[in-house]
């Protein structure tokens, strides 16, 4: 069944109070729940409580036998007249045999919640859609020695001991929230705690919970917390607002985590990290989920969603608030070419595919399937662009209304435009096509120069490609950061400003340009677009060594690097020097620091490659990409070997420490592409000295791409000394899922039968499913072997987790962009999953609209 935006209706019955009773145990809990429930509105329909996989044991209405039928999944109830009432029912459910973690389930023996968005339905009957609010009263109780400690939301108000080891809590939340925002956790779990004090002087306790043993790895999420607190308060003036605030890490969890009011529920990933265990990128991710989470308590559950098509107003506010607060924690250039490189990777190839859609989305048909690089991290570019048109400051006075004005209640997207609107001043009504419309705006850009006159002028036009169900296109507001810069000075000719351009085609003209200028457009991506200028030759290659806006400088240099490897997979002859020239530049510039440095010398992978070509042959891009990975590396072998030898010691989180491993990195990888001993022997050496989990993961993996015996011996090295880590061990997986060689279809067969491999645990499956599937040449080989490998992981993980399985599926969708007979493969298999009886929706509304 579809479900569509537009039949939105204001739920019949409201409940004002939940009050739940849980009896704790893995194998047999029993919920007893009591709503108040009011009607809402006049009408005379009866009360309708959602329920999934439950069934009730009891129903009472005010203390009274109820008249009630199940109507599906659907407990309808009777209500009669009545104004309000007590609706009270009872549920056993089976936590141990919950593999699809939503609602309560067993991890690693704690029990744990999560509810968003329809899980909460798997607990108890409840109409669990978040425009009903409510505030909740929890009282569980457990084996006291199994589980000794047991959180909920808000704070705790009683608790006491049962009878026969049994021990019990109960814990009451001030806050009205969402079904999807109710949390529990019950465990022999361990806290790192700390304090906050907030900008208006109260003391907030803090807690990580954690098995005792992963104690020591806390330290970075709590300084993140704090950091993050600090921070929502001096940007957004935005204050925690209970006494307490709790974060619990889980091994299984669907997704990153969770923002549950008061009580976070983490995948144990973006918690845990210490110098042996975790990379510089997972340091950052870390901050980055735990900012999110933590800032959600004001964009997500103060102020929540009316209904599941407004995802993206908690979500893409979220996110552009996270990648700020990183942005101002580290290097701002640098974060923004990682946030554009992600979008670049995940959204723009869905915003082009067949499960494209807006960022408020008309219909779906699993509402799980929709948390997407479209609703998060486009989302996040659409208020990032509001930021843009209007100004910080006006930008400030819009989030202020909005907070202020929708507390305590569930609104859309088009609130929060509202308020923007009115606090700036700037009409949006144009903009909120950015809502509405799916797609990638094509942007081509031209710049006259008239000598004589000493004027310039740019001609602009935009097109936003048909997507599925939208066939045309209306005109969009694409503000456009632009300056021009003196071909052979460097100077600025024109002062950067944003130039909007909000009409299929316009016109800019720039006066008192005396110099040859160079077009510096959509400086720090600030349209999430793809840009087309016609530019000539050398033009690059001077914006790459001289535009001001890092991030333009950066898109220069990639642009160089584009046009060698599009030629090569086209089959043309390339001419190398201009970007090996250009790469060698950056490399040796002193006013370059090593962060940006490393972030800019990345060559692009062969799946955004194959985005920028009418139709894909894999094998074609791989062999360009190496071609282009050795041709560098052999023109700047020492370069690359000076960079190669510089450390920096793993206890650094600076940025100028994280550049130089990155760069590290870089470098060893290009050595090994031009020359694999030596690639091998300084790999060895760098494996053999890390002191860190960065150069010791980048050593691997420039290992696990090679031939020689260093490589087994490095592999069962990292194995030996992380067996049991479970973090740890994820990388092994996929470094070796992810290796360019020829048999690394046969390594993932192998690893799917290994000891440590499991389907039930999501970050071991995407480990290996996951990582070969995103490595498009083995992806790609064995005439459809590889398919028919994700495929079969497809619908065996379907029967477990249907959530995880259906994110799997994407990779498959993309059947339409490959030549022959690569389509066909992939198509084939998508159908094999659809003939499979008994499939999820979740996979099933992926792969349907793969194959429409
Ligand atoms: N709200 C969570 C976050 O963005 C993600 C929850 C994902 N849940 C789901 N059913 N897809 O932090
Ligand atoms: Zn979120």
């Given at each position: 069944v579809t479900i569509w935006r537009k039949d939105y209706r204001p739920p019949d019955w409201l409940v004002p109070e939940v009050s739940l009773d849980i009896a704790l145990d893995p194998a047999s809990t029993r919920v007893r729940s009591s709503l108040k429930v009011e009607r809402n509105g006049a009408h005379d329909r009866p009360l309708r409580l959602a329920g999934d996989e439950i069934r009730p044991l009891t129903v009472t209405v005010d203390g009274a036998e109820a008249?009630?039928?199940?109507?599906?999944?659907?407990?309808?109830?009777?209500?009669?007249?009545?104004?309000?009432?007590?609706?009270?029912?009872?549920?056993?459910?089976?936590?141990?045999?919950?593999?699809?973690?939503?609602?309560?389930?067993?991890?690693?023996?704690?029990?744990?919640?999560?509810?968003?968005?329809?899980?909460?339905?798997?607990?108890?009957?409840?109409?669990?859609?978040?425009?009903?609010?409510?505030?909740?009263?929890?009282?569980?109780?457990?084996?006291?020695?199994?589980?000794?400690?047991?959180?909920?939301?808000?704070?705790?108000?009683?608790?006491?001991?049962?009878?026969?080891?049994?021990?019990?809590?109960?814990?009451?939340?001030?806050?009205?929230?969402?079904?999807?925002?109710?949390?529990?956790?019950?465990?022999?779990?361990?806290?790192?705690?700390?304090?906050?004090?907030?900008?208006?002087?109260?003391?907030?306790?803090?807690?990580?919970?954690?098995?005792?043993?992963?104690?020591?790895?806390?330290?970075h999420a709590m300084e993140s917390l704090k950091a993050a607190m600090k921070w929502d308060e001096k940007v957004y003036g935005r204050e925690y607002d209970l006494d307490l605030f709790n974060i619990v890490a889980v091994d299984d969890f669907n997704f990153g985590a969770m923002e549950n009011k008061g009580l976070n529920i983490f995948n144990s990933r973006y918690v845990l990290a210490d110098q042996d265990s975790a990379t510089d990128a997972d340091f950052d991710a870390i901050a980055g989920v735990v900012a999110h989470e933590y800032f959600h308590n004001w964009s997500g559950d103060r102020v929540t969603c009316r209904d599941w098509f407004q995802l993206s107003l908690k979500e893409g506010f979220t996110v552009f608030r996270d990648q700020s607060f990183s942005a101002d924690m580290g290097s701002a250039a640098v974060k923004r070419i990682e946030d554009v490189r992600l979008l670049r990777a995940v959204q723009f190839p869905e915003d082009s595919g067949p499960l494209a859609h807006p960022v408020r989305p008309e219909s779906f048909i699993e509402i799980a399937n929709f948390y997407t690089a479209t609703i998060y991290n486009k989302g996040a570019e659409v208020i990032r662009m509001m930021h843009t048109l209007m100004g910080a400051e006006a930008f400030r006075r819009g989030t202020d209304l909005y907070f202020e004005r929708f507390d305590g209640q569930a609104v859309t997207c088009d609130d929060f435009v509202d308020a923007m609107e009115e606090a700036s001043g700037v009409d949006l009504s144009q903009f909120r096509l950015w809502y509405s419309q799916a797609g990638t705006p094509h942007v081509t850009a031209r710049l006259e120069h008239d000598t004589g006159a000493a004027r310039a002028t740019l001609h602009l036009a935009q097109a936003v490609p048909a997507t599925p169900g939208q066939a045309d296109k209306q005109p969009m507001v694409l503000p456009l950061r632009t300056a021009l810069i003196g071909t052979d000075s460097g100077r600025e000719l024109a002062a950067e400003r944003v130039i909007t351009l909000n009409e299929p085609s316009m016109s800019v003209v720039f006066e008192n340009v005396d110099e040859a200028p160079?077009?510096?457009?959509?400086?720090?991506?600030?349209?999430?677009?793809?840009?087309?200028?016609?530019?000539?030759?050398?033009?690059?290659?001077?914006?790459?060594?001289?535009?001001?806006?890092?991030?333009?400088?950066?898109?220069?240099?990639?642009?160089?690097?584009?046009?060698?490897?599009?030629?090569?997979?086209?089959?043309?002859?390339?001419?190398?020097?201009?970007?090996?020239?250009?790469?060698?530049?950056?490399?040796?510039?002193?006013?370059?620091?090593?962060?940006?440095?490393?972030?800019?010398?990345?060559?692009?992978?062969?799946?955004?490659?194959?985005?920028?070509?009418?139709?894909?042959?894999?094998?074609?891009?791989?062999?360009?990409?190496?071609?282009?990975?050795?041709?560098?590396?052999?023109?700047?072998?020492?370069?690359?070997?000076?960079?190669?030898?510089?450390?920096?010691?793993?206890?650094?989180?600076?940025?100028?420490?994280?550049?130089?491993?990155?760069?590290?990195?870089?470098?060893?990888?290009?050595?090994?592409?031009?020359?694999?001993?030596?690639?091998?022997?300084?790999?060895?050496?760098?494996?053999?000295?890390?002191?860190?989990?960065?150069?010791?993961?980048?050593?691997?993996?420039?290992?696990?791409?090679?031939?020689?015996?260093?490589?087994?011996?490095?592999?069962?090295?990292?194995?030996?000394?992380?067996?049991?880590?479970?973090?740890?061990?994820?990388?092994?997986?996929?470094?070796?899922?992810?290796?360019?060689?020829?048999?690394?279809?046969?390594?993932?067969?192998?690893?799917?039968?290994?000891?440590?491999?499991?389907?039930?645990?999501?970050?071991?499956?995407?480990?290996?499913?996951?990582?070969?599937?995103?490595?498009?040449?083995?992806?790609?080989?064995?005439?459809?072997?590889?398919?028919?490998?994700?495929?079969?992981?497809?619908?065996?993980?379907?029967?477990i987790n249907p959530q995880v399985a259906a994110r799997l599926v994407p990779p498959l969708g993309r059947w339409r962009r490959f030549v022959e007979p690569y389509a066909g493969r992939m198509r084939a298999e998508l159908e094999r999953i659809a003939g499979t009886p008994g499939l999820s929706k979740d996979v099933f509304e992926q792969v349907s609209k793969s194959l429409a």
């Amino acid at each position: 069944v579809t479900i569509w935006r537009k039949d939105y209706r204001p739920p019949d019955w409201l409940v004002p109070e939940v009050s739940l009773d849980i009896a704790l145990d893995p194998a047999s809990t029993r919920v007893r729940s009591s709503l108040k429930v009011e009607r809402n509105g006049a009408h005379d329909r009866p009360l309708r409580l959602a329920g999934d996989e439950i069934r009730p044991l009891t129903v009472t209405v005010d203390g009274a036998e109820a008249r009630w039928t199940l109507d599906g999944d659907t407990l309808v109830i009777d209500l009669g007249g009545a104004e309000h009432a007590v609706v009270e029912t009872e549920v056993e459910i089976v936590p141990q045999d919950n593999s699809k973690l939503m609602g309560l389930y067993a991890s690693g023996g704690i029990l744990c919640t999560q509810c968003e968005s329809e899980g909460f339905r798997r607990i108890t009957f409840h109409p669990d859609r978040p425009d009903v609010l409510s505030v909740y009263r929890v009282r569980m109780s457990a084996n006291k020695a199994r589980f000794p400690i047991l959180l909920a939301n808000g704070n705790e108000i009683a608790k006491g001991e049962g009878d026969d080891g049994t021990h019990w809590a109960e814990w009451h939340d001030p806050f009205p929230k969402p079904s999807y925002l109710f949390a529990l956790v019950a465990g022999d779990l361990a806290a790192n705690r700390d304090s906050f004090t907030t900008m208006s002087g109260r003391k907030v306790d803090l807690a990580i919970w954690v098995r005792e043993r992963d104690l020591p790895r806390t330290g970075h999420a709590m300084e993140s917390l704090k950091a993050a607190m600090k921070w929502d308060e001096k940007v957004y003036g935005r204050e925690y607002d209970l006494d307490l605030f709790n974060i619990v890490a889980v091994d299984d969890f669907n997704f990153g985590a969770m923002e549950n009011k008061g009580l976070n529920i983490f995948n144990s990933r973006y918690v845990l990290a210490d110098q042996d265990s975790a990379t510089d990128a997972d340091f950052d991710a870390i901050a980055g989920v735990v900012a999110h989470e933590y800032f959600h308590n004001w964009s997500g559950d103060r102020v929540t969603c009316r209904d599941w098509f407004q995802l993206s107003l908690k979500e893409g506010f979220t996110v552009f608030r996270d990648q700020s607060f990183s942005a101002d924690m580290g290097s701002a250039a640098v974060k923004r070419i990682e946030d554009v490189r992600l979008l670049r990777a995940v959204q723009f190839p869905e915003d082009s595919g067949p499960l494209a859609h807006p960022v408020r989305p008309e219909s779906f048909i699993e509402i799980a399937n929709f948390y997407t690089a479209t609703i998060y991290n486009k989302g996040a570019e659409v208020i990032r662009m509001m930021h843009t048109l209007m100004g910080a400051e006006a930008f400030r006075r819009g989030t202020d209304l909005y907070f202020e004005r929708f507390d305590g209640q569930a609104v859309t997207c088009d609130d929060f435009v509202d308020a923007m609107e009115e606090a700036s001043g700037v009409d949006l009504s144009q903009f909120r096509l950015w809502y509405s419309q799916a797609g990638t705006p094509h942007v081509t850009a031209r710049l006259e120069h008239d000598t004589g006159a000493a004027r310039a002028t740019l001609h602009l036009a935009q097109a936003v490609p048909a997507t599925p169900g939208q066939a045309d296109k209306q005109p969009m507001v694409l503000p456009l950061r632009t300056a021009l810069i003196g071909t052979d000075s460097g100077r600025e000719l024109a002062a950067e400003r944003v130039i909007t351009l909000n009409e299929p085609s316009m016109s800019v003209v720039f006066e008192n340009v005396d110099e040859a200028p160079l077009l510096s457009i959509n400086r720090g991506f600030s349209t999430p677009a793809v840009i087309d200028v016609a530019r000539k030759s050398g033009e690059l290659e001077r914006l790459a060594q001289t535009d001001a806006d890092p991030f333009a400088r950066f898109e220069a240099l990639q642009d160089l690097m584009y046009r060698a490897l599009l030629a090569g997979a086209r089959g043309e002859t390339v001419d190398y020097d201009p970007v090996v020239a250009a790469m060698g530049a950056t490399l040796r510039s002193n006013a370059l620091d090593t962060a940006f440095k490393g972030e800019a010398l990345i060559i692009p992978g062969e799946s955004v490659i194959g985005d920028r070509l009418p139709l894909v042959d894999p094998q074609a891009v791989h062999e360009s990409r190496d071609a282009l990975r050795g041709a560098v590396g052999a023109s700047l072998a020492d370069d690359l070997t000076a960079v190669q030898a510089i450390t920096a010691s793993g206890g650094d989180l600076s940025p100028e420490a994280k550049g130089t491993r990155r760069l590290r990195a870089v470098a060893l990888g290009l050595i090994a592409a031009a020359d694999p001993s030596r690639g091998a022997a300084l790999a060895k050496a760098q494996y053999d000295s890390a002191d860190n989990m960065t150069d010791r993961q980048a050593a691997l993996a420039t290992l696990a791409n090679l031939k020689g015996p260093e490589r087994a011996e490095a592999l069962d090295d990292f194995y030996r000394r992380h067996r049991g880590d479970t973090l740890v061990i994820d990388k092994w997986f996929s470094l070796q899922a992810m290796a360019g060689r020829p048999d690394t279809l046969d390594q993932v067969e192998t690893l799917r039968r290994h000891p440590d491999f499991t389907m039930k645990n999501p970050n071991r499956l995407r480990a290996l499913a996951g990582a070969f599937a995103a490595n498009p040449w083995v992806f790609h080989s064995g005439e459809g072997r590889g398919y028919r490998m994700l495929a079969d992981f497809v619908i065996a993980a379907d029967a477990i987790n249907p959530q995880v399985a259906a994110r799997l599926v994407p990779p498959l969708g993309r059947w339409r962009r490959f030549v022959e007979p690569y389509a066909g493969r992939m198509r084939a298999e998508l159908e094999r999953i659809a003939g499979t009886p008994g499939l999820s929706k979740d996979v099933f509304e992926q792969v349907s609209k793969s194959l429409a």
